[in-house]
């Protein structure tokens, strides 16, 4: 008699491959699904019916077996394969990808998922977003762009809105300096009289002095009035040089009680003229002073061709109080000898903390040549430097008999200062006579220095960024600048299977997935980032369409012992007619 049981167990075997065919279905579905991973059923057998259980072998007969009838088939589980998809370059260095196992993190609301697709681009807050806009999370940085690890937040990379500038802490010369040049005997010297044969006079007789008022000073060319009033400018034109090149223009406005004394820290202010402890070879010590038996300014510079000052009548100007119009000169000027002595001039740049442009002069000048090895005395100068004097520093470095300076000498210490100008103040760095491609040498030969390099950056704004295989965000600033903008981070699980899929790529933490084990690319056995790439889907087509002819005979089959029972209980009907 036909058994109606069997056609349960058809049924069962239709069900079963009809849900092994939906799994078949979604993965050949997904075959172009960024990182998606296929699934597969495993089947297993239902319940048997026992129409015996068989019994053990006896002394007279062997045992028998057991008598079961099956009820069909079920599926035993959904396994899901984790294994990589392949990974191919996208071109987008925001895109990533993961090299191994582990799983982005991301965050949408108060919930967490895990992705494997990094598929990423920044929203309007410039946080980095998958496309169906869950937030990227991982490590951020600090003001000073050190990553800050433990808590985990959105990774935020404001491309074109956040601006950088470095101070420069190091500067590095090199060149050679002439140890056979000529060793200097004079500076500059250059009187400022009242007229052309005769020292200022004040008004009522006398020459002046220090403590002269420059409102009293006789104006030679009207004689019993006076040369200067308040409100009126002293200007130091840029018509003076100082080793060839021009000083920068300086004024200094006239009061009441503005002194000569006044005026002559100005000019040593204004010309850089720096106090090396003592008198230049001539006997002449460099400054600015008054001779009060003769009236004369004296302007005495250092030595060195390269620190020579030289003026003409009209380079220090008379201005009248509207500040345009011009009174004629100042002084007469008259230029008594000029400085002598090997030197050499280089101007290098260097930046303050808001990453502006510093321009710093160092002149290097011949002292002497003694048996140890020869000596110069170097001059640093800026007149950007913000307080009234441009002369910031002045010293001697010596060398060996080999023209080689001591390895362990100590570099120079140079302060500038950027009073009221919105920077660190003071600017400090070192300047080193040597580098790695070089050192500052004094040999017989023509002298010629360079600022090789100089560290600090002028201010740049971030255009673009990647990511490294550590996770690290990297970000190029227009001026060459890179800078750690985060840090990706990644899960691991111990039992990834066990994950909740939620769809649109993002995966949950199951009951049987473990808790998520937070650790930075490469360690604990997570993969590694690959940035401008993104991982395919691991759909096996040949493997899908194989399984679908199996799937598809299967549930012809299962159909078949359907029909063929319910033929056989239609012949059992007609047997009853």
């Known amino acids: 008699m036909a058994s109606t049981a069997a056609l349960f167990t058809g049924l069962t075997g239709l069900n079963t491959n009809s849900r092994k065919l939906d ?41 028998v077996n057991p008598r079961q009838v099956g009820n069909g088939v079920g599926i035993g589980g959904i396994q899901r394969d984790f294994n990589s998809g392949t990974i191919t370059a996208s071109g987008d260095f925001r895109d990533m990808a993961i090299d191994g196992s582990g799983f982005f993190i991301v965050e949408r609301g108060n919930s967490t998922f895990y992705t494997r697709a990094g598929s990423f681009r920044q929203d309007t807050e410039d946080n980095l977003t998958s496309v169906s806009g869950e937030r990227l999370l991982g490590y951020a940085v600090d003001d000073n762009y050190n990553i800050l690890t433990g808590n985990l937040v959105p990774i935020n990379v404001p491309v074109g809105k956040v601006t950088i500038a470095e101070e420069t802490d190091n500067v590095s010369i090199v060149g050679n300096l002439n140890k056979s040049g000529d060793i200097p005997t004079q500076g500059s010297v250059i009187d400022l009289m009242g007229g052309a044969l005769t020292g200022a006079t004040i008004l009522g007789g006398g020459f002046i002095n220090s403590t002269s008022l420059l409102v009293n000073i006789d104006d030679a060319s009207n004689p019993g009035n006076a040369q200067f009033s ?31 004394q006044d005026l002559m820290d100005f000019l040593d202010n204004a010309l850089g003229i720096q106090d090396i402890g003592g008198a230049n070879p001539d006997g002449l010590t460099p400054g600015v002073t008054v001779d009060p038996m003769t009236g004369i300014i004296r302007i005495v510079g250092n030595t060195g061709t390269e620190n020579n000052i030289a003026m003409l009548t009209g380079d220090i100007e008379h201005i009248a109080a509207d500040g345009t119009t011009s009174l004629g000169s100042a002084f007469e000027v008259s230029q008594v000898q000029e400085a002598d002595g090997e030197s050499v001039r280089t101007t290098i740049s260097v930046f303050d903390s808001l990453g502006e442009s510093i321009l ?40 060996d008999n080999e023209g080689q300076l001591d390895p362990d000498a100590l570099p120079l210490s140079i302060t500038v200062d950027r009073i009221n100008t919105g920077a660190d103040n003071p600017l400090s760095f070192n300047v080193h006579f040597t580098s790695d491609s070089g050192s ?95 991982e395919g889907s691991n759909v096996d087509l040949g493997r899908e369409f194989t399984e679908m002819i199996l799937t598809s005979t299967g549930y012809s089959a299962s159909s078949r012992v359907i029909r063929t029972t319910d033929e056989l209980l239609q012949q059992l009907l007609v047997l009853g007619r």
Do not use: H
């Open 230 to 260: 308040a409100g009126e400018t002293i200007r130091l034109s840029s018509d003076a040089t100082k080793g060839g090149g021009d000083v920068a223009e300086a004024e200094l406005t006239i009061t009441a009680t503005t002194s000569v």
């Open 23 to 63: 799994i078949i279905g979604n993965n050949i579905a997904n075959v172009n699904t960024t990182a998606f991973k296929s699934s597969r059923a495993i089947f297993e057998t239902l319940f048997y019916r026992n129409l015996g259980l068989g019994t053990a072998p006896g002394t007279t007969s062997g045992g």
């Open 440 to 534: 500052t040498t004094s040999l017989a030969t023509d002298s010629s220095i360079i600022g090789l390099t100089t560290d600090g950056l002028p201010p740049g704004t971030l255009e673009t960024f990647g990511t490294g295989n550590d996770g690290m965000i990297i970000g190029r600033f227009s001026n060459g600048a890179t800078r750690i903008m985060g840090q990706v981070v990644l899960a691991n699980f111990s039992n990834p299977a066990g994950l909740v899929d939620e769809g649109g790529n993002l995966f949950s933490t199951g009951p049987n997935s473990g808790p998520a084990a937070v650790a930075n690319p490469g360690q604990l056995g997570l993969g590694v980032v690959v940035s401008g790439a993104l």
């Open 360 to 399: 710093v002069d160092l002149v290097m000048v011949l002292d002497s040549t003694p048996d140890t090895g020869p000596v110069w005395r170097y001059y640093v100068e800026s007149d950007m430097d913000t307080d009234p004097d441009t002369a910031i520093a002045t010293g001697t470095i010596a060398f």
